[in-house]
């Protein structure tokens, strides 16, 4: 009665050959191996019992017993429980001693102690864990098996420790025992990070090789090591490389080293073979397949069939190349003019009758004009003559030819007032009181000379309905008489708009094939894009040419069709890898579906290991489907997993260049490293230099030739002094082919005593030459950074965007700037000065030298930002215009005393302008930008503005 009273429900205990029974209402059967500890006595007031800890983390407790009985009840149990613990150890002695000699291997290893070779032991360890008790007395076991169990406890407790202890000790010792192999493997001995590259063999293991590290070097000493040391066989060690020259020279290199041959494949070299072994026979490959023209070739026709026999295409296609060609930007898009402008201008909008317009919506406007069969003129001459208001002729934005109807399209918004009324509103970046008084004044122009305006508006664009209301508002004054869909072609084709399309259709194709995606996956991706609409049209148009397309290809493969089906056959294990080390080159050039192909081979064994040597710095074929990411989340992608960490993987900076000298080497990585998301890495230059051997020589307009040879002339006389007699090489990078020199043959007949030759900078990775010139360093669209926008459809297909503006530009400049030991040129223009140069010169830590002349001096435009470029007349006068031409319009003369310069304001607003030769001048009071001049009128001599008839600012010249 007073146990209940306690709470007690139990009766007794009872031992028997189970285990110990535990009797009350509902008995309970405890095995001796559910106990983790001895059995106690307890007691609780003056009652006395037995107390059992079980492996499920409960107690059990019985009271009520005698003291006499409970002591019994305790001696009997625990002998038993003796007895069984006995019986266990005896039972996995086997597995606790393998267990602990891999533990006490780990003190001195005899392998590289790699996560996947550990988990499995860690699995083991868990298991036995789990079966014996966490407390045992002493006496229960010998001493040999507690050693043994505590080495294994002591394991389980840290092993992320211990193993990281054993890689450091495996390392240093493994490092001993291989220098000689080290130091032979290769012509000269590998360096201290070419060695801990290779004997470091983690599940995953990324080889960071800087330009001139000696990449090569480094596979070719892995494969060797692993056969030496007999890690490997053979037939078990896979070369991954991207051209089938690069596979063979390391092919041969590796046999040659070791004396076995290995597997070097490239990509799609392997894909053919894993389906040909798989299906039994080789797939037939696709003529258009590695032949570009055939493959543009195809995707036209069948653009034209889709035009010319599906009404519902033609109607897509039309649409596209009418209001979604370009990817829509307005001013709203932009922080300034500046950077609109050359949107705008690296667009080209040229419209479907051929002039080159302002704007999207100014394209959007006369494209529906031609297509409707309304003739127009763009930016006419008004016809009636206006007085002098300070302004340049008045030029409408349209007018229509029959009748003499203009368009003027406005670039506001409208929004809300306080009082409830509709305003007009602008662009953040444009002079909204400005625009709106110029808007009054040309709605005044024509209610005054009684000609037609009609008004479209911006707004109109962002509700969708721009070319509906323009149809509206035209529908009094025109008859719309539409072209046939014949004609348009004609009319693209003209253009080059449909060979433009085809290719970005061809890209596209190979990039959605490539990523494995689906119409569905793409369209999904598109959702909540401020590009939606665009996208949703270019993917209606997609669809069906992706059907023609893959019904043409009939039974044949593309070499996309070849990596995907080869991954499948992987993936599914219809295809046996006997792959366990997997060597990858060039790996910053990974894409996404060959690392697909990479995961399936190496996920075919728990063993296997991934072996990859890359530069995110010179990551330079996105557009090829290369993803920086794959190498930037190394870990997360390829990593092994122990003890619950994922993504387990070892890092190696090779660091050290055998080819530039440090005053290339460290500027080149400063440079690179602005972009925050490239790896840092160490460099360790291949020597040093006293004077810079980076320099910029600028040219001006028509002078590059006279720069080039004036560099080519420095780099002789710098070579004059040196004890070689070898010809100096140089070589002349360009981001376009076309900016090869036209003289290329008469620059070699004319310095024999230098080896010239010419490559674009992609084409020039892995080359090196003692001297490099990079010509036409410019901002311009094809420049250097290259202006040229991919079309952002392809970041459907691509690898996600980087933030970092020209952050592949700033990859490839780097790359052309590592391709030199000695020196570097980079020949820039004057007028078009580029960002990239800017930067080497006006960031002192660059240590740039400025080759024959003075660094340029920028002067920005007071109207939209961009520079404003020299330009000298037929009188010898410099007149200084906006980079943006029309689109601005804006310019300034010279100073006329140096005429060289602008002059500046003092003191930002204050009342005179200074030019840097000392000359000074009242400035304008209408302007910012203006000073005054002397000038002649009708009333005698005055003090004008030099911006004029842009301003009308005077003052008297007695003033």
Request: proline share 4%; charged share 30%.
């Amino acid at each position: 009665m007073i146990l209940n009273l306690l709470g007690e429900r139990k009766r007794g205990i009872r031992l028997s050959e189970a285990g110990l029974q535990v009797l009350g209402p509902s008995s309970q059967n405890i095995p001796l191996c559910d106990l983790v500890g001895p059995v106690t006595l307890a007691k609780r007031l003056w009652f006395h019992g037995v107390s059992l800890s079980l492996a499920s983390g409960s107690d059990v407790r019985i009271f009520g017993l005698k003291r006499d009985a409970a002591a019994r009840c305790v001696e009997a149990a625990n002998a038993a429980w003796h007895q069984h613990i006995a019986e266990l150890f005896k039972e996995v002695d086997p597995e606790l001693t393998t267990l602990a000699e891999v533990v006490e291997r780990l003190s001195a290893p005899r392998r590289y102690p790699a996560a996947c070779l550990l988990a499995p032991y860690m699995k083991r360890v868990d298991a036995l864990l789990s079966r014996i008790p966490m407390e045992i007395p002493s006496g229960f076991i010998e001493p040999t098996l507690r050693q043994r169990l505590a080495a294994i406890l002591a394991f389980r407790k840290d092993p992320l420790s211990l193993r990281n202890a054993a890689i450091e000790t495996f390392v240093g010792t493994e490092l001993k025992e291989c220098k000689d192999f080290l130091d032979e493997i290769e012509s000269n001995p590998l360096t201290p990070e070419q060695r801990l590259a290779v004997v470091t063999d983690e599940d995953a293991t990324m080889v960071l090789a800087g330009a001139g590290s000696g990449k090569t070097a480094v596979i070719v000493a892995k494969a060797a090591y692993l056969l030496h040391r007999g890690i490997r066989q053979p037939d078990e060690i896979l070369l991954m490389a991207f051209g089938a020259k690069a596979a063979e020279e390391m092919a041969r290199r590796i046999e040659e080293r070791s004396g076995s041959p290995i597997d070097a494949r490239t990509f799609h070299a392997l894909g053919y073979d894993i389906i040909k072994k798989v299906e039994g026979k080789a797939p037939a490959l696709a003529a258009h397949a590695s032949d570009d023209v055939q493959f543009r070739a195809l995707l036209r026709d069948i653009l034209e069939r889709e035009i010319g026999e599906n009404a519902r295409s033609a109607g897509l296609i039309l649409r596209w190349f009418t209001e979604f060609y370009w990817c829509y930007r307005s001013e709203w898009d932009f922080k300034t003019l500046d950077d609109y402008y050359s949107y705008v201008e690296a667009h080209e909008l040229r419209t479907l009758q051929g002039e080159v317009v302002r704007s999207f919506e100014e394209c959007e406007i006369a494209n529906w004009l031609y297509l409707n069969g309304i003739a127009y003129e763009y930016e006419p001459n008004y016809e009636h003559q206006l007085p002098e208001a300070g302004r340049r002729e008045y030029t409408p934005d349209f007018r229509l030819s029959e009748s003499g109807v203009y368009i003027e399209h406005f670039g506001v918004r409208r929004e809300r007032g306080p009082d409830g009324e509709d305003l007009f509103t602008t662009a953040p970046c444009v002079d909204r009181e400005r625009y709106l008084k110029d808007m009054a004044w040309k709605r005044q122009v024509h209610l005054e000379q009684g000609t037609i305006l009609i008004e479209t508006f911006s707004y109109e664009r962002v509700d969708g309905r721009l070319t509906q209301a323009l149809a509206e508002k035209l529908a009094p004054f025109v008859k719309p008489a539409p072209i046939s869909a014949t004609q348009v072609l004609e009319k693209l084709n003209e253009l080059g708009r449909v060979d433009a399309f085809t290719q970005t259709l061809g890209t596209f194709l190979r990039h959605f094939k490539g990523a494995g995606l689906s119409i569905e996956a793409c369209r999904q991706r598109c959702k909540g894009s401020a590009e939606a609409r665009r996208n949703g049209a270019f993917l209606d148009i997609f669809e069906p040419v992706l059907s023609e397309y893959q019904r043409r290809l009939g039974d044949r493969i593309d070499f996309e069709d070849m990596i995907a089906r080869a991954t499948d056959h992987v993936e599914a294990g219809r295809y046996g890898s006997p792959y366990r080390h997997l060597l990858v080159d060039e790996f910053q050039d990974i894409s996404e579906g060959r690392a697909k192909l990479l995961r399936a081979l190496k996920a075919q064994h728990e063993d296997a290991r991934i072996f990859a040597v890359g530069d995110d710095w010179q990551s330079i074929y996105r557009f090829s489907g290369a993803d920086i990411h794959l190498m930037r989340d190394f870990g997360v992608e390829f990593g092994g997993a122990f003890v619950g960490v994922t993504g387990v993987h070892r890092s190696v900076d090779l660091g050290r260049t055998f080819r530039s000298v440090d005053r290339i080497a460290l500027p080149a990585r400063r440079f690179v490293l602005k972009n925050p998301s490239q790896i840092e890495k160490q460099v360790i230059p291949a020597g040093a230099t006293d004077g810079a051997a980076i320099k910029v020589a600028y040219y001006g307009r028509g002078q590059e030739e006279g720069a080039l040879r004036a560099a080519l002339e420095s780099i002789r006389e710098g070579a004059s002094g040196r004890h070689d007699q070898a010809a100096q090489s140089v070589l002349l990078l360009g981001r376009y082919r076309h900016v090869c020199p036209n003289s290329l043959s008469q620059l070699e007949a004319d310095y024999p005593d230098l080896s010239i030759r010419f490559m674009t900078v992609h084409a020039s990775k892995g080359l090196e030459a003692d001297h490099v010139v990079i010509l036409r360093v410019e901002t311009d669209r094809f420049g250097f950074p290259s202006e040229i926008v991919d079309d952002p459809l392809l970041d459907i297909v691509l690898p996600d965007p980087e933030a970092f503006g020209h952050a592949e530009e700033r990859r490839l400049f780097y790359v052309a700037l590592t391709r030199a030991r000695r020196s570097v040129t980079v020949l820039a223009a004057r007028d078009k000065q580029s960002d990239f140069v800017r930067e080497l010169v006006e960031e002192k830590e660059y240590g740039i030298a400025l080759l024959g002349g003075e660094a340029v001096t920028e002067r920005r435009c007071g109207i939209c930002g961009g520079r404003m470029l020299p330009k000298k007349g037929n009188n010898g006068r410099i007149r200084f215009y906006c980079e943006h031409g029309t689109l601005c319009g804006a310019s300034l003369p010279a100073c006329g005393i140096c005429n060289g310069e602008i002059p500046v304001r003092l003191g930002g607003d204050g009342e005179a302008m200074a030019c840097g030769c000392g000359a000074r001048f009242p400035a304008c009071p209408s302007c910012s930008e203006g000073w005054l001049v002397e000038r002649k009128g009708r009333y005698g001599a005055f003090l004008g503005c030099t911006r004029y008839p842009d301003c009308i600012g005077k003052r008297r010249l007695d003033a």
